[in-house]
């Protein structure tokens, strides 16, 4: 049976392939349009999943939507009536969107199927599923677990904005929700917002920001913000907040409570910022923990799968794993909207099929995450050649003695190989690597590399074997989704002088042995390397052990601040000659930057929106 996943129309629109239960493609469309986050009909996205199983769109039984459009509309009316007359210029908005296309979304994605194969019967192969239920099943079924708790939360589906549900064997079924306008994802957002950074897109940098600040606000949201009772459920003091009936999340009152307005994107950021940060991420971490032990505490089971916007809060996750109310935790990969998609794909096969689901054993069903477009050498080789590339090929083990060599000397290399990953994070299909016992690396992939803020933290890629022998972490962690705390013996004492520093100024202290990957507080998002699954990157990581006692590289994903993670070797190419990368690995071309023409360097890091 071969079921096609959708997630479109809102943000980070995706597909995603199943066949026979096994999950054999899935890709982001903004990989392809060179559009941060896209949320138009992923016509690229799919048409790669079909390619990939050399399969046409007529062929498949289903075609699957990862969310209700009728049930998002019936909120949106009932939101407005709650609050009318108050917010009628966003309803009057919102409606011209609907009905223009919203509301018939059933004949748009027809029609936008039927244009890919004429031969698409939308009557028999298009299905609808719910937002959470899609994540859910994104959440189980690729899961190793047998059995499992499941825990959903992200800013709103149709009208849920946090589930909980019970996976067994093939069977999944959501027994409790939080509904609109309560919220988790939308409380975080509106301090996104008011920190000035972008909704659904900088929640990450709160997360990471958060470490330089003191959570003095954290009581002043519980008391003011948020009524949250011991189990983790919640409601939302609506007098703070604008996005039921305004344009923007907060509101007047919220800016006088926190004081003064919010902050505009690209002003400098102070410590009143800085503690915001910390205060909204010491709440959501006390929510998502009481939740995980109420759960614990009702289902007793030991595994609890997670997924949904907030799921990617992989400092949120360490300390569930850490709190120890579940032995084991898994998070999918692409844990918001675009893992909608194979959600949707997965719970669709799931309800029809009578086959048997059989978790994978070991890790989990998803590849890696390394489901997305691959190139043949010959195929790179002319590309880069058609771009005016200057490049080496080199032979598997030259290749990795290069590479491995170039990080040693403190080189950034640009690393693109095999499948790319489905999900926000980079994990070594298309990373930019660098040397984490290099103090000054973080700065200089930030400032020259990255063209972003000097404050955002870089993660290591370890070994599996030896994940234990750097960080208090000693479990699977190969989706990056998980923070712990470098080993004590690992970590670097403070003076006293440099004790006394605080926010920023804390950047450039070096805190261990691999200070371009621990964070101020001595955490570090880690991913753990597994041969099984990436066997090139484990390979490169074990050479560049053998060169230098360190079996970890500073891992980045291989883009600019605002561009898409790099989706084929041209864009690679052009990455490499619009920033300051040193060296570039593309399937077996090596490809150094003094060795290129240099008419080819571009001004790189205007060509994309800010993030």
């Known amino acids: 049976m071969r079921v096609l996943g959708l997630s479109a129309y809102y943000h980070d629109s995706a597909a995603a392939l199943v066949v026979n239960g096994r999950v054999v493609a899935a890709a982001q469309e903004e990989r392809f349009t060179r559009k941060k986050h896209d ?70 994605l027809t029609d936008q199927l039927l244009a890919i194969d004429p031969g698409f019967d939308g009557e028999r192969q298009l299905l609808f599923t719910e937002h959470h ?70 929640e990450y940098k709160v997360m990471g920001l958060a470490p330089y600040g003191e959570p003095r606000y954290a009581g002043l949201i519980l008391d003011k913000l948020m009524d949250l009772k011991s189990d983790g459920s919640f409601r939302l003091n609506l007098d703070y907040f604008d996005y039921c009936t305004g344009l923007t ?151 990795l003695e290069s590479s491995a060599g170039a990080l040693a000397e403190g080189k950034a290399l640009g690393w693109f190989q095999g499948r790319m990953e489905f999900g926000p994070r980079a994990l070594g299909g298309r990373s930019i690597l660098g040397d984490p016992r290099n103090p000054a690396m973080q700065s200089l992939l930030n400032l020259k590399v990255k063209y972003r803020e000097s404050f955002r933290p870089f993660a290591p890629s370890v070994l599996r074997e030896r994940v234990g022998e750097w960080f208090e972490l000693d479990d699977d962690s190969p989706y990056m989704l998980l923070v712990d705390g470098v080993r004590s013996d690992k970590r670097r004492a403070m003076t006293a002088d440099e004790e006394k520093l605080f926010g920023i100024a804390k950047l450039n202290v070096p805190r261990s042995e691999i200070p371009a ?37 500073v891992n980045t994903s291989f883009n600019v601040r605002g561009e898409p993670i790099v989706g084929s070797p041209e864009d690679a190419f052009r990455c490499f000659m619009g920033t300051e990368i040193e060296t570039l690995a593309v399937g077996n071309c090596f490809l150094r930057k003094e060795a290129q023409d240099p008419t080819l360097k571009r001004d790189y890091k205007n060509n994309f929106e800010l993030d």
């Open 39 to 108: 949320p138009g009909f992923p016509q690229h996205a799919l048409r790669y999943c079909l390619e990939q199983s050399e399969i046409r769109l007529s062929d498949l039984d289903r075609v699957v939507f990862y969310d209700k459009p009728f049930l998002k509309f019936e909120r949106l009316l009932e939101t407005y009536l709650a609050f009318a007359p108050r917010g009628f210029a966003s309803f009057r908005m919102a409606m011209m969107v609907w009905i223009k296309e919203k509301l018939f979304q059933r004949k748009l």
């Open 249 to 399: 999340m907060t509101n007047d009152r919220f800016a006088q409570l926190f004081g003064g307005p919010p902050r505009r994107p690209e002003e400098p950021l102070t410590q009143h910022h800085m503690d915001l940060a910390a205060s909204i991420q010491a709440v959501t971490e006390e929510v998502v923990l009481r939740l995980a032990r109420s759960i614990a505490a009702e289902t007793g089971l030991p595994n609890l799968c997670l997924a949904g916007g907030v799921a990617l809060n992989c400092v949120a996750n360490g300390k569930v794993l850490r709190a120890g109310a579940f032995q084991r935790l898994w998070i999918q990969p692409a844990a918001g909207d675009a893992g909608g998609a194979l959600g949707a794909a997965l719970a669709a096969y799931y309800g029809l099929s009578e086959r048997p689901r059989e978790p994978v054993e070991g890790l989990d069903a998803m590849s890696g995450a390394y489901l997305g477009p691959e190139f043949a050498q010959s195929d790179i080789e002319r590309r880069l050649t058609a771009e005016g590339a200057r490049f080496e090929v080199l032979s598997d083990e030259a290749l």
């Open 133 to 202: 239920l899609s994540h859910a099943a994104s959440a189980f079924f690729p899961s190793p677990f047998h059995e499992a708790a499941v825990l959903t939360m992200d800013g709103v589906g149709e009208w849920a904005t946090t589930s909980m549900g019970l996976g067994r064997g093939r069977e999944l079924a959501i027994h409790k929700e939080i509904h609109f306008p309560h919220s988790l994802g939308l409380l975080y957002s509106a301090f996104t917002y008011y920190t000035g950074f972008k909704v659904n897109s900088g």
């Open 517 to 553: 990957v621990t964070h101020v507080d001595y955490s570090a998002r880690i991913q753990t390397v597994h041969a099984e699954t990436n066997p090139r990157y484990h390979a490169l990581i074990a050479r560049f052990d053998q060169l230098t006692g360190c079996p970890l590289v």
